[in-house]
């Protein structure tokens, strides 16, 4: 007689924790109002220094609102204190979730909070008093600098440390994202802050400066962007990413083209031509990453366009990714030596820079940050009509402006290939720079509405013990489990 084979024993998985038990509100909001308060400063600042250009003594005779004094302010704003600061607090949100486990160290979290935004503070007071290291996007003084690395390198450490005890087995592409950003952009502060300023010169500090400047934006804005719009846009239309294969395809493209491309600024320099020739081929080569990440972010919204009217959070990203398309456009051709002849040094490149760092990242950095507070409100957005009327104001801002400052990039530098005076070619693209302003003047209206608007959200809860509505989980989305 045979003997009975005994059945296998099963062993259950361990269990998935609800994701809204996991995160720290208070945490992930400290972060936000902050990011929303620098989101409402530094755009600010830019409109100011443009008015300069039409009207150069409206500001008076100071020498601390001189446009040398607040141009820092306003790249170093947008960069560490709106945009960043946003993306690391919803972090604070997205990993958890994503990995089913709390933050590792997340008390951390609360004094990094303020030891950030506060060095970012006094970072502001040392540019305007004149302290400055003379690197675009690199003005801070050693201490500052030194603060920045210290956040980042430790938030670095909590993230990856929660990413290696995560209960869910696979990473979602968010994650992917995520580990590059922080790692990569721990590396290259040590590069920009520490090594650049006090130990390189002469030529090669300005090679070393192009690559900096341009980690900083493809490195960490970047991957940083595509965490947002990878978690944000599926959570949002309740429609799986569209392929992860194509995810994964953008992931290591950007990867291997971007740490290349940042001498395309310094073409015709004496920057040894290979050098410069890498910076060409790399840059077209980002059409890689650029069209395979856009696929996907069209693709997932098929089936979901119906909605889309009513769904603020997917109109940013959606207006962000088209910003995308026409800014990494720009970045791509104008690296061709034929491009760069007129748009070299003029309005061009500063339209280029619009269309991508705020036009695509800081929308969707907003576009998290509009998902997020109304759940950890616990109610819906306070007035979707004055959302509507942001989104449009934004839109309609960051849109005309990056046409304007191609048309006139264009028009000064084929006038001076024609062989006209520097300062006419100035004279003559005066009317582009007020409607660059009044542009400006839109999309400040639009994110001074929409904080408004969030704040109110806020409050409308305040009274009453937060309860943040479940995350919609997507069907297929990796690392959220049914």
């Known amino acids: 007689m045979a003997s009975a084979i005994p059945a296998p024993r099963h062993v259950p998985e361990p269990a998935f924790p609800d994701p809204d038990s996991l995160i720290d509100r208070s945490l992930i909001r400290t972060w936000l109002y902050w990011g929303l308060f620098w989101l409402m400063f530094t755009p600010s600042i830019g409109v100011a220094i443009s008015t300069l250009f039409n009207y150069p003594s409206y500001l008076g005779t100071s020498e601390y609102l001189t446009f ?48 950030w935004n506060l060095g970012l503070v006094a970072g502001m007071i040392s540019l305007v008093l004149g302290y400055n290291q003379g690197l675009e996007a690199g003005e801070f003084p050693l201490v500052i600098d030194a603060v920045i690395f210290f956040v980042i390198g430790l938030t670095t450490v909590q993230f990856l440390m929660t990413i290696s005890r995560r209960l869910e087995p696979q990473l979602y592409v968010s994650v992917w994202y995520l580990i590059g950003a922080f790692v990569w952009t721990t590396m290259n502060l040590i590069l920009g802050s520490f090594i650049l300023p006090y130990t390189i010169t002469g030529i090669n500090s300005a090679a070393f400066h192009g690559l900096f400047i341009h980690y900083i934006v493809g490195l960490w804005i970047t991957p940083a962007g595509y965490v947002l719009i990878y978690y944000f846009l599926p959570a949002s239309v309740r429609n799986p990413i569209y392929s992860h294969k194509l995810s994964l395809i953008g992931f290591w493209s950007l990867a291997l083209f971007y740490p290349f491309v940042g001498i395309h600024h310094y073409l015709f320099s004496p920057i040894a031509d290979w050098a410069e020739t890498l910076a060409i081929i790399t840059s077209m080569l980002l059409i890689v990453p650029v069209w395979t990440v856009l696929q ?3 693709g997932t919204m098929i089936g979901r366009w119906q909605n889309f009217g009513r769904n603020l959070t997917a109109k940013f990203l959606i207006m962000g990714s088209l910003m995308y398309l026409v800014g990494c456009f720009q970045g791509s051709v104008e690296a061709l030596r034929s491009i760069q002849q007129p748009t070299h040094f003029s309005d061009f490149v500063i339209s280029h820079s619009h269309l991508t760092v705020f036009g695509t990242f800081v929308v969707w950095a907003i576009a998290g940050t509009v998902y997020v507070l109304p759940k950890l409100a616990g109610r819906p957005l306070w007035s979707f009509k004055l959302g509507n009327w942001s989104f449009w ?29 520097w300062l006419d070619s100035l004279v003559a693209i005066r009317p582009y720079w007020l409607v660059r302003t009044v542009a400006g003047i839109s999309m400040d ?30 069907p297929g989305i990796e690392g959220v489990r049914p």
């Not at 204190?81 to 933050?103: D, E, K």
């Not at 304007?404 to 001076?416: E, I, V």
């Not at 001074?448 to 109110?456: D, G």
Request: a positive charge.
């Open 393 to 421: 104001l934004i839109t309609i801002g960051i849109s005309v402006m990056g046409l304007d400052l191609t048309m006139a990039g264009l028009q000064q530098g084929f006038s001076l290939m024609s062989g006209v005076e």
């Open 445 to 474: 209206i639009g994110m001074s509405l929409l904080v408004y608007n969030l704040m109110r959200t806020m409050l409308a809860a305040r009274d009453r013990e937060p309860a943040a509505a479940p995350l919609p989980r997507a």
């Open 296 to 298: 996907n972010f069209f």
């Open 68 to 115: 040398g004094r607040l141009r820092p302010l306003h790249v170093n704003g947008v960069i560490f204190g709106a945009f960043s600061t946003l993306f690391i607090g919803l972090c604070y949100y997205i990993l958890p979730r994503l990995c089913g486990v709390r933050i590792w160290k997340g008390e951390w979290g609360h004094w990094l909070v303020w030891v």
